[in-house]
């Protein structure tokens, strides 16, 4: 029988970060594609959209006008998926039936007051704002009561359910620790106690010696295809410090993160020279005020395209009922990102 | 402070099947929606499709002719995410690295030579012919040694991934027992062993007393809306005896399942009055030969529709990095589907 080979031979690999596992399928890649296609969303914006509810001076659906606001600008999102209010006692209760009321906070951040504008296209020391605003947020929110942690995150695009191309994310604030940060978080701790040091510091002094799946690096931050991605360009941007989240970054902390998320996020835009969609956020310690020691700041890219602007893949059937699946492996991805220039294709055509 | 009541108040709910927990957001279904819509799929489709690679008599990608079949037709998937070969040896192992070799095999279900049909427009005992080639699939493939899972599937509708219209499902059948399997396997166990009843017969029981949630049942099988649902519609159709896996059916189960598969997929495709997407598959017991008495036979309904037939629920940003969201409460889905009519929109304009 032949020796296994990871570009040949279908396997299956573990997230360390989850407690699972995904099925990649090398051999796979070459089936022909007949299924549904995505829009190309080619359109040029204009840097002010009289119809867009981001927009400075606009008036949002419920009412409100926007500032007149220039760089970041963040408000209450008007139809939050979370609610301030306190209510008391649950209605029912059995094993089998457990429910409990949520309380938080949804705020929306507008990246820049150029409706035109995507991250990738942004000056560094804009994005250095948007991180700027991510620290207050964490921090504000944070240190309320009622706050146990602080989902940040972006989603990108049409085909990643976002409504609306003006440069914006979110922060979904709430009491629970949500399930997925939970997983990571005992998953974390579990290496943390055996090893007495940070999991994803060990595992990028790893990538590194290996060399493999490395997209890019600067002094503080890396990116790369995790060994165990599932999406066909998955990568993760690591903190080369174990610090535990956003507040601990120094000043060059915070210009090196802007630095390489304008250079991935152009990188995923040159791929197919497309406005690449995405949802991408950040991973870091609940606010639940526990010592959260086994923590280390990390950032997720999740984005669904697989073959060129108009063919994503499909997270269904198998992956709903069974578990994730991939045809591309990992390294063939970390390949391509890391060939690609980080000048934006939009300039070649300037 | 009001009291809590879960049709106006955001909340969680423990699903007990995966050990984990959704949000619920009830207040926010009044949002607008600006964002992608989707194909609404009225194409009228021919009986035959000279260019469908799934109807009898045709050439598939790969120069193999399908027989004339008549009925349901079983073959290897030509492009499967598995291969049969045994390979040895791992490349390399290290706590963060983890991969190993995979074997199994992909297989194809046409549900019929009709090339127009999909499952609510299918004759009973058509339906029942599925659910004797999906016995006989699992029962040969488990029989062999290196098979410990067979995840019995179908995603339907281009919104689904589903890149042909002929009605068909899938097979992956398996070395290993994938992740969400076998996270299910491990919540059945313990309730199981706590208790000596299986959690799933517990649950039925208690949701026939609630009567909240329940879409229909006959004699045999109940369709109901899970407490913890996350997708819009997401529905489970659950044995009522405590059966570990489809072998076990009578030739009346057999004819009960085809009923309220009928049934069920006929109430979807009226939601919208169309051809209602979705992913659906089996969760029964491994091939491991182990015990697996805590197993229960049950099948998840996935659907993404959520407002319209063109307006889906995107699972994005919040869903991949915290938890799964909902709007619509399970409560309101299920009574949208229990009042739906069980005979087909499209009788109606015939
Ligand atoms: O096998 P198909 O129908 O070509 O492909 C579809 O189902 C598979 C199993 O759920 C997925 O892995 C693919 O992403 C999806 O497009
Ligand atoms: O809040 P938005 O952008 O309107 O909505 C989008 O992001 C949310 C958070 O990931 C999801 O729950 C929605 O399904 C998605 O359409």
New interface residues.
Partial sequence: ??????RD??????N?LLD????V?P??A???????LE?NHHEIHNQYDPDCYLCAGNIR?NGIQNPYYKGVYVFDN??????Q???????EF???????????INRVICFSDDHSLTLPEMAIRDIQEVIDVWQDEYTNLGALDYIN?V?I???KG???????PHPHG?I?A?S?I????V?TGINLKKYFEKNKRS?LQ??VL?EQRKNERIVWENSDFIALVP?WATWPYETMIVSKRHIKSLVEFTEQEKKSLAEILKILTTKYDNIFETSFPY?A?I?QAPTDGGLNAEWHFHM?F?PPLLRSATVKK?M???E??????R?LTPEQSAEVLKRLPIDHYKNKHK
């Fill in positions: 029988k032949p020796t296994f080979n990871n031979h279908p396997h299956r690999r573990y360390p699972e596992w995904i099925l399928s051999q796979r070459k089936r022909p594609w007949q299924g549904q829009k659906a008007d139809f939050g998926s979370l609610l209010d306190e209510v008391g006692g649950v209605e059995h094993e089998l039936f457990v429910i409990k009321p949520e309380q938080g942690h989902q995150f972006e989603n049409a085909v990643m359910g976002c409504s609306n979110q979904w709430q629970s949500p399930s997925l940060v997983r999991l060990d595992y790893e060994f949802s956020g991973h997720h999740y499909f269904v059937g198998y709903m009922l069974a578990e994730g699946q045809d």
